[in-house]
Each structure stands twice: as structure tokens, then as C-alpha cells.
């Protein structure tokens, strides 16, 4: 698990715990914003709702039920909920049915934790994956390109998967 | 027995067959290593799920992650200062408006209200300043906001790190070295409120704060926001 500087309880009811909070996790908050709202502004509004909402309950952050990242999220999740409600009842959004294909929000969120996952990921272990997995290529032809033995790539894939499973577990993932 | 080597051989191929793309005598030959080994097969279990999220991911958002603007930070600081100082204003109003009803709190309140106004001109515009503690030991962190008041200066002394009930006295030190105290609060575990004290030293005029907490002083220096005010021989409060 990420260690945080944060970690007792209350611990974001005062200015200075915000700040720090900001400083480990808006990267990670915004990047999904980004993500979910398709639009850098509202993403924006997004995270400094989610550390003015923080810091007001922060009395009520308890370490011990889960990290402040997970807090964060949770409470990011909410946001996006109701920024995502503010535009669907601004007019001409929510009528003619013609509503941008939008995806769940808690697939959003698996898909982004993985795309974070994806790019904390070494740059050979991301290769393979994507050659392999993502765009469907031959083992030999990744090999060919790559330079290396075939069996290379395969342990390459391996390796990736388990730096990948470790790298979620960073990121708080549970299975 | 398998040897370490051979499970090894067998291992690295664990991650193509997660993902679907072993075939043949390869995939057989590892189902068969998989049927006889725990350990193997422990490691595939734990590749499993990994493997199934695959998916969710789009490979065309594996580029850098877009970064928050760098003023975003300072704005939501900006934000969260605003909605407290006006939590505080609420606060002195009703504790003002509560004070209204006695006849000697209402002179009181009279009085405040004139050194309100009385003492305007003390630098009461400047802003309110952080003040930084340097080379404190592993563990303890203080921090200190100054806002300036007609009566001198506020003092929000955050302590955190010393062990539960140590008495903690603060002082200011003005331009040429005096000390004006600023009051003395006990810190406690768990609690991480600040202690708000007050000394009638200017904020102007304030070159440190002084912090005892009985087996050590910390001193943390006040930037001077106007440097001339060293010059300027006023008088200064007792």
C-alpha cells in the first residue's frame, strides 16, 4: 500500500492537510476527472469541489476504515455524479435524445485505474502488452520487431502481469 | 519432483497463457506442469485477475495523464480560506450579538468597537502570513499563521508531534530583539486543532515567532513585508 504523510483521524480538517493531500493525489483525482467528464473545466471544478467537500468533513476521515486516496475518490465519484446531474437537466442537453454515449461511472473508474496502472508500468512491459493484448499481434512478429527471442516476449508478458497486479495493489485495488 | 528450473521455464509462460495465447504443445505441456504444481499454479491464480481488467483499459489512453493547471492548487487554497473566514465572521457576529444584551458586555463590545476603529491604521490590510519552521527533528512539525489585527497580531499555532500535554509558550520578537508573549497552549494527542493566540506585537513590526515546548525552543523568522519599518524608530506597545 502507498504510505501517506496523512494518517490520523480528522486529518483533513486543516489547511495545511489539504495541501499536502493536493500535492499526492489532485494528479491522480484530475486525470480521472478528465477522464469521466471529457472536459479539462469541469474537471477542474471537479477536483476543487472533491478538497473543499475533504476538508470540510474532514473531521470524519478515519484512517482506519480506509486510505485518504480511497476517501478522495469516493468523494470525487459523488462530484461527478452531480456534475454529471447539473448538465443533464441544463436545456437542450437532456432533450431530442441524441445524449453523447456516456460510460458508467464505476467503469470509468476501473478503466482509468487501469490505464493509470498501464502508464506506471516500464516501458518494455507496456510494449509487449500492448502489441500482444491490445493490438492482437503475433508473439513471433513482436519478437522480430523487438529484437529478441519469442521467448522473450512471453516472459516479458508475464513479467508485465505481475508488475501490473503490484502496481494495482499500490493503488489500493482489492480482488 | 520439479526442479526450480524447470518451474521457472514453465512460470514465465503463465503470463501468455493468462491472457489466452498459448497454443499447442506449449499450452499442454504447461497444463500438464499446472496439474502437478501448487505453487504454478498459485501464481496463475494471482495473474487472473489482473487479466480480466485488461479490458477496461483503452490502449489509446496509455500517453502521459493530463495534469491539473498549476493554479489550481492555489485556487482551491484560496476557496477553502474564504469559506473559513467567513465560518469565523459568523461566529464573532453571534458572539458580538450575543454579547449586545448585557448591559456591561454592550460597553464592552463599544470598546472593542472603537479600538476597531481607532486603530485602523496598524497595518490591518496586510495580509495574513505563514510562517515556516525549519530543521525541526523527525517527527515534529509546527506551523504558524499571522493575521494582523488592530491589537496586534493573531497568532494560529499548529503543534503536532510532541508528546501529549506539553505546555507550549509563544512569543514574538520584534525588530530589535524584545519579546512579546503571545500566550501559552498545551498540546494534546489527537487533537489537531490550532491554538489561536494573540500578542500585541504588529505584524509589521513581528521578525519571529518563539515557540518552548520546555525541552526545546523553536524559532521560525517572520518575513518582513516592509522593510523600511526597521528604520522607523516608532514607539513600540507594551
Known amino acids: ?153 512471453k516472459s516479458r508478458v508475464y513479467y508485465g502481469l505481475r508488475a501490473l497486479r503490484v502496481v494495482l495493489e499500490e493503488m489500493g485495488y482489492e480482488d | 519432483m520439479k526442479t526450480r528450473n524447470e518451474c521457472r521455464e514453465w512460470r514465465e509462460l503463465l503470463g501468455a497463457y493468462a491472457l489466452g495465447h498459448l497454443e ?12 502437478g504444481c501448487p505453487g504454478c499454479r498459485e501464481e496463475l491464480a494471482a495473474l487472473a485477475p489482473v487479466a480480466r481488467m485488461l479490458p477496461h483499459a483503452d490502449p489509446a489512453r496509455f500517453g502521459p495523464a493530463p495534469q491539473p493547471p498549476p493554479e489550481l492548487g492555489q485556487r482551491i487554497a484560496a476557496t477553502i480560506a474564504a469559506e473559513k473566514e467567513r465560518t469565523q465572521q459568523r461566529r464573532r457576529r453571534r458572539l458580538f450579538g450575543g454579547l449586545a444584551f448585557g448591559g456591561v458586555a454592550a460597553a464592552a463590545a463599544t470598546a472593542v468597537l472603537l479600538l476597531f476603529v481607532l486603530g485602523g491604521g496598524s497595518g490591518s490590510t496586510e495580509p495574513a502570513q505563514q510562517v515556516r519552521f525549519a530543521n525541526l527533528p523527525e517527527g515534529i512539525s509546527i506551523d504558524a499563521t499571522l493575521e494582523p489585527h488592530s491589537y496586534g497580531t493573531e497568532i494560529h499555532m499548529y503543534v503536532h508531534g510532541v508528546p501529549s500535554g506539553t505546555l507550549c509558550k509563544v512569543w514574538l520578537r520584534g525588530p530589535r530583539g524584545a519579546s512579546y508573549p503571545a500566550g501559552t497552549f498545551r498540546y494534546r494527542w489527537g487533537d489537531d486543532s490550532d491554538a489561536v493566540l494573540s500578542s500585541a506585537l504588529d505584524l509589521s513590526r513581528t521578525r519571529a515567532v518563539v515557540v518552548d515546548t520546555g525541552k526545546r525552543t523553536f524559532t521560525a523568522p517572520v518575513s518582513s513585508p516592509v522593510a523600511a519599518l526597521d528604520i522607523a524608530n516608532e514607539e513600540e506597545p507594551t
Open chain 2, 24 to 35: 499447442g504443445d506449449e499450452r499442454a505441456g504447461l497444463e500438464a506442469h499446472l496439474e
Open chain 1, 1 to 153: 500500500m502507498i504510505q501517506l504523510g496523512t494518517s490520523t483521524r480528522g486529518a483533513l480538517s486543516r489547511e495545511r492537510d489539504v495541501r499536502e493531500a493536493y500535492a499526492a493525489h489532485s494528479g491522480e483525482l484530475y486525470g480521472f476527472a478528465v477522464r469521466s467528464l471529457g472536459d479539462s473545466g469541469l474537471a477542474e471544478e471537479a477536483v476543487q469541489e472533491t478538497f473543499v467537500r475533504a476538508w470540510r468533513a474532514g473531521e470524519r476521515f478515519d484512517p482506519k476504515i480506509g486510505s485518504l486516496r480511497t476517501w478522495l475518490f469516493a468523494i470525487l465519484r459523488n462530484v461527478v455524479i452531480d456534475l454529471g446531474r447539473a448538465r443533464a437537466v441544463r436545456p437542450g442537453v437532456a432533450e431530442g435524445g441524441i445524449e453523447p454515449a456516456v460510460e458508467p461511472l464505476d467503469e470509468a473508474l476501473q478503466a482509468w485505474q487501469m490505464e493509470e496502472a498501464m502508464r506506471r508500468l516500464g516501458e518494455d512491459h507496456r510494449r509487449v502488452l500492448v502489441e500482444t493484448y491490445y493490438r492482437g499481434r503475433p508473439y513471433a512478429e513482436v519478437a522480430a520487431e523487438l529484437g529478441v527471442p519469442e521467448g522473450t516476449v
